[in-house]
């Protein structure tokens, strides 16, 4: 593995295939909870419903697990972009709070698309993350690594979603925060040794 300081404070899943790379997202995301890293930022998760065609769309806040739904219902005829901007909106504001606010270990983001390209969506909460130091965990299009790195320069990595530097770039980070693999359940075992019987 290589020293985390080699390892730039920015990691992109290439989407090559959505569904494997939000996968790979998933993967880290838990990893890094269950090392005890206090995380930020936000998952999206679409669920279905019966008698509808189009599945709702939400946002999971990874600091205060709050869902956040940021698609509207226009109807099962209704043609074009179903997206809340104002509840995307609220939802960035919120990440980026977390960030200037709160102690935070690590940013996940499920996806850099158009919306952060055109300086929206959740950029500021990226460019806060940087600023405070603290790693990023995104997922990216090909047609938009161009503007991620156009944004982010020599902090950025894109990574295939297979590939095996993304536990190499978990591990530093994991390492740079002081946590392990074990921590949570050292100190599981711990909490359960001092109990009395």
């Known amino acids: 593995?290589?020293?985390?300081?080699?390892?730039?404070?920015?990691?992109?899943?290439?989407?090559?295939?959505?569904?494997?790379?939000?996968?790979?997202?998933?993967?880290?995301?838990?990893?890094?909870?269950?090392?005890?890293?206090?995380?930020?930022?936000?998952?999206?998760?679409?669920?279905?419903?019966?008698?509808?065609?189009?599945?709702?769309?939400?946002?999971?806040?990874?600091?205060?697990?709050?869902?956040?739904?940021?698609?509207?219902?226009?109807?099962?005829?209704?043609?074009?972009?179903?997206?809340?901007?104002?509840?995307?909106?609220?939802?960035?504001?919120a990440v980026e709070d977390t960030i200037r606010n709160d102690v935070v270990d690590l940013l996940v983001i499920n996806k850099f698309g158009k919306a952060e390209e055109d300086g929206g969506g959740m950029r500021d909460a990226i460019a806060a993350a940087i600023e405070h130091a603290v790693p990023v965990l995104l997922s990216i299009g090909l047609i938009s690594i161009g503007s991620l790195t156009d944004f982010a320069g020599d902090f950025c990595l894109v990574a295939d979603a297979e590939d095996p530097v993304i536990d190499d770039w978990l591990s530093a980070r994991l390492l740079q925060a002081g946590k392990t693999e074990g921590d949570v359940l050292t100190a599981c075992v711990v909490g359960a040794v001092a109990e009395p019987g």
């Not at 569904?19 to 998933?26: F, L, P, R, V």
């Not at 995301?29 to 769309?57: I, P, Y």
């Not at 509207?72 to 972009?81: L, W």
């Open 1 to 93: 593995m290589k020293d985390h300081n080699e390892l730039p404070m920015l990691l992109a899943i290439r989407r090559d295939e959505p569904e494997t790379a939000d996968q790979a997202i998933m993967r880290a995301t838990e990893r890094a909870r269950s090392a005890g890293m206090r995380l930020a930022g936000v998952l999206q998760q679409n669920s279905r419903r019966a008698g509808k065609k189009k599945c709702d769309m939400d946002l999971v806040d990874l600091a205060s697990g709050k869902v956040i739904r940021i698609s509207e219902d226009r109807g099962e005829m209704s043609r074009g972009c179903r997206m809340d901007w104002n509840a995307v909106t609220l939802a960035a504001a």
